[in-house]
């Protein structure tokens, strides 16, 4: 697998907040083909990373209730001063959830809302630069914000971190901004006015599979939800999923 670049801005990193650990474990293994490495629980709280052929491609935590927050899968983008980037957030509208903090030997962190309530983490590289594998079977493929405040979104995006847009699509029944353009984009901002009352808005990891419709199979045989099946689109076949406990990602056969 070539490893992937990242420039300031684009996503680097993604990790799962999990109330079951083993059983998310377990789960994603068996879709994925993950192993996992454990981190030291004094210095890192037992962060779990998840690794496709030998390479990090993800992380996962306990999520033990006491944020209110359900399980979630959460993207980070690459950003090179962290402080900076919280003070341009919080000029900007969105809000501060977690002020920037070191990880030791790994590089710093910080989580933000974004002007349409989105939560996003940052991430400024140390000796951790991001996931090594990228649009490959059980690695991350495209990133993506669905969003109830479109046009603030994307220029909170442009003005915090940086993005260089591209409007794919300006109709009625589908606005879509990229970062970057054409073959060069990497996530994506939809304008998802269509969220069910009480869903937020909120980012969405897409993860590389060899078969859409046998990963429908597999996920659900393991206690996971179908959200959206499997359906041919111009991005590949696509197929949107709830785990175990209920964190929403989506599946890409490309």
């Not at 060899?210 to 111009?234: C, F, Q």
Request: charged share 20%; proline share 7%.
């Amino acid at each position: 697998m070539p490893q992937p670049t990242f420039a300031p801005g684009d996503p680097c990193w993604i990790d799962l907040m999990t109330s079951d650990t083993e059983r998310a474990r377990e789960f994603y293994s068996r879709l994925f083909g993950w192993t996992y490495q454990e981190g030291d629980q004094e210095t890192y709280g037992g962060y779990i990373t998840a690794l496709a052929n030998g390479l990090p491609v993800a992380g996962m935590m306990t999520n033990d209730g006491e944020s209110g927050y359900p399980d979630v899968w959460t993207t980070y983008l690459r950003v090179e001063d962290i402080k900076a980037t919280a003070a341009a957030a919080h000029a900007t509208g969105g809000q501060v959830f977690m002020p920037p903090m070191e990880v030791p030997e790994q590089g710093h962190m910080a989580m933000f809302g974004d002007t349409g309530g989105a939560a996003v983490g940052a991430w400024q590289f140390g000796g951790h630069t991001g996931y090594q594998a990228k649009g490959e079977p059980g690695t991350p493929y495209w990133h993506e914000l669905h969003t109830r405040e479109y046009a603030p979104s994307v220029k909170f995006y442009q003005d915090v971190f940086g993005w260089e847009t591209d409007v794919m699509s300006d109709t009625d029944d589908f606005r879509y901004t990229t970062l970057g353009s054409r073959e060069s984009s990497r996530a994506g901002i939809m304008d998802a006015t269509y969220l069910p009352e009480g869903v937020p808005s909120n980012w969405q990891v897409y993860f590389a599979i060899g078969n859409a419709d046998k990963g429908v199979d597999m996920a659900t045989s393991l206690g996971g939800t179908v959200i959206h099946p499997a359906e041919d689109t111009p991005f590949g076949r696509i197929a949107a999923l709830a785990d175990p406990t209920g964190a929403l990602f989506r599946i890409a056969q490309r």
